[in-house]
């Protein structure tokens, strides 16, 4: 029998910190955000951003899958342009935004999904008026590899890297907190 994970509070919402299944509501859950780049995001498996500083978890396993909600402000994109070597999958909930894959771009707006297999380039930028909203998913293996290839089409929207790189530059600060305009969101209360 699997037992229900802890859910404890961190500085910006719950995060489960034992081994097993559990329920939160999005408006709940433990967020980081980087103001100055791209938006918030909720990773509700509790990552380590959200342990670092709590010796007294212990028992926390890193989770095989993972799912994120990232709010990312308009004009901005989502992370640099990359690829990695597991399978990620996208769903544009709220808002429009510019897909770059494989030096490729394509609007998307709410609704559209997204498939990536193993090393399928990629970047969202938010465009249009207001936040877009965008839930993933991936495997969340140990020997994940990542690459920021350079892409004319990903430097166009910002969220390129100049150099193919696996250490590329890394743009403002993370903090954990909610992201702005959290009133503004489809989860929070109205």
């Known amino acids: 029998m699997v037992k229900e994970a802890r859910l404890d509070s961190v500085a910006s919402g719950l995060a489960p910190v034992t081994p097993g299944w559990f329920v939160v509501n999005t408006a709940e859950a433990a967020w980081v955000t980087n103001a100055e780049w791209s938006g918030g995001v909720c990773i509700f498996e509790s990552d380590d951003f959200v342990l670092r500083g709590r010796p007294d978890l212990t028992e926390y396993e890193k989770p095989n899958a993972?799912?994120?909600?990232?709010?990312?402000?308009?004009?901005?994109?989502?992370?640099?342009?990359?690829?990695?070597s597991v399978q990620e999958d996208f769903l544009?909930?709220?808002g429009e935004c510019v897909l770059i894959v494989e030096e490729q771009e394509r609007h998307l707006g709410a609704w559209d999904f997204v498939h990536c297999p193993p090393m399928t380039a990629h970047a969202f930028v938010a465009i249009g008026d207001g936040p877009c909203v965008i839930l993933a998913t991936g495997n969340r293996?140990?020997?994940l590899e990542r690459v920021y290839p350079r892409s004319e089409a990903a430097l166009r929207h910002g969220a390129g890297s100049e150099?193919?790189?696996?250490?590329p530059e890394r743009h403002g600060r993370w903090e954990v907190r909610r992201p702005d305009g959290w009133?503004?969101?489809?989860?929070?209360?109205?």
């Not at 993972?66 to 990695?84: K, M, N, Q």
């Not at 150099?163 to 250490?167: E, F, L």
């Not at 009133?183 to 109205?190: R, T």
């Open 66 to 84: 993972g799912f994120t909600i990232r709010v990312v402000p308009p004009g901005r994109p989502s992370d640099l342009y990359h690829a990695e």
């Open 92 to 94: 544009i909930l709220q």
């Open 141 to 143: 293996r140990d020997d």
């Open 163 to 167: 150099a193919t790189t696996t250490d």
């Open 183 to 190: 009133d503004d969101l489809p989860w929070a209360p109205k």
